[in-house]
């Protein structure tokens, strides 16, 4: 006996707008069973984790200044993912473009003018761009893996950050931490409100207006669709489906970038050997779980900001795993892409074992 995945004809538009609503409900679910096993009170669990970060105004800052990286970098995966690439390496362009954001003011620290920080944000997004193509032309002219070499990108581009930080970046006066020297004044976001939150969170909600109209209203947007769900009706309609992954990638790229540069001149103020507590991988799980729209995209990035919040509240008052947000974040994308498997798909039970050779 086996289960085969038949391809429905027709799949409900009401189902596929709740899979979303439904996947988090049974993330919920497997989140009291995870805090049950762990010996602790499920509800006070939930509690914690989802609830008591929403009921103070610094928590509140903190879960904008949590998404606002996870919204930024999962805007430019939406687009990769629309036109049928598969970038799974934003973490590295994150980290690279924070890389090249922080060359003015750790090289030199004494340029301090009202261009140093656009200075550095450009750098960042160039950064970012230029990591991404990486993968998308070795894709382009030989046909490689994107996804394993986006991904592999991520450990490089770490390992120059850990390399650069303890190396010849170090802070001179810092002694001898692995850490960079303190940004200054000039080389730092402007700060919102008496938290941590800088200007970034405006930036991204500009770059998700900007990037929902260009997908709704533009010839590259009907380009990005028309691509991602037929590249061979797209190469009739005239689109080069190679210039379009280097523009998927290099967006992608360089959206990550301005975020990572954005990290570290705002909430961070200097460069660490780590920098990011996985913004990258999670925004794969917050593009899928907007449904690639940069509009629910801005929704879904404060619901898993939330995830970060609340899984260093249990971790603190509960005494809980500091692992246990990754694990509520990938049961959250395993059922997104459950659900989204059976709107597509209707599973049929079949007797007996496949015949040898047979297609399954």
């Not at 200097?270 to 794969?284: E, R």
């Amino acid at each position: 006996m086996r289960i085969e995945l038949i391809k429905r004809k027709e799949h409900s538009r009401l189902m596929a707008v709740l899979s979303p609503v439904i996947a988090v409900f049974l993330t919920l679910i497997a989140a009291a069973i995870l805090f049950q096993l762990s010996g602790k009170d499920p509800l006070l669990g939930l509690f914690t984790f989802f609830i008591e970060p929403l009921m103070d105004t610094w928590s509140l800052q903190e879960l904008i200044v949590k998404a606002t990286p996870l919204v930024l970098i999962a805007c430019g995966l939406a687009v990769c993912y629309l036109s049928n690439n598969w970038n799974i390496g934003a973490e590295g362009q994150f980290v690279f473009g924070a890389l090249c954001g922080s060359f003015v003011p750790i090289v030199f620290p004494d340029f301090e003018t009202v261009l140093t920080l656009p200075l550095m944000l450009l750098l960042g997004a160039l950064g970012g761009a230029i990591w991404g193509l990486i993968p998308a032309i070795l894709k382009t002219r030989f046909n490689t893996n994107e996804i394993l070499t986006s991904l592999m990108l991520v450990y490089v581009a770490s390992l120059i950050l850990d390399y650069l930080v303890r190396g010849p970046w170090r802070d001179p006066d810092g002694y001898n931490f692995p850490e960079s020297r303190l940004f200054t004044d000039a080389a730092t976001l402007p700060v919102i409100g008496d938290g941590r939150m800088s200007i970034a969170a405006p930036i991204a909600v500009v770059v998700v207006i900007v990037l929902t109209i260009v997908l709704a209203k533009t010839l590259k947007g009907f380009e990005i669709r028309v691509i991602g769900e037929s590249p061979r009706a797209g190469s009739f309609a005239g689109f080069s489906k190679k210039r379009l992954t280097l523009f998927a990638f290099a967006l992608a790229g360089g959206l990550a970038g301005l975020a990572g540069t954005m990290e570290v001149s705002g909430s961070l103020g200097q460069l660490l050997p780590t920098i990011s507590p996985g913004y990258g991988f999670t925004a794969i799980i917050v593009a899928f779980l907007g449904r690639l729209n940069p509009a629910a995209i801005l929704v879904a990035g404060l619901v898993l900001a939330l995830s970060y919040i609340g899984g260093e509240g249990v971790q603190a008052s509960m005494g809980v795993s500091d692992k246990i947000a990754a694990v509520i974040q990938g049961l959250l994308l395993f059922f997104v892409l459950a659900c989204d498997t059976f709107i597509l798909y209707r599973p049929r039970i079949v007797p007996g074992r496949p015949a040898t050779g047979s297609e399954t």
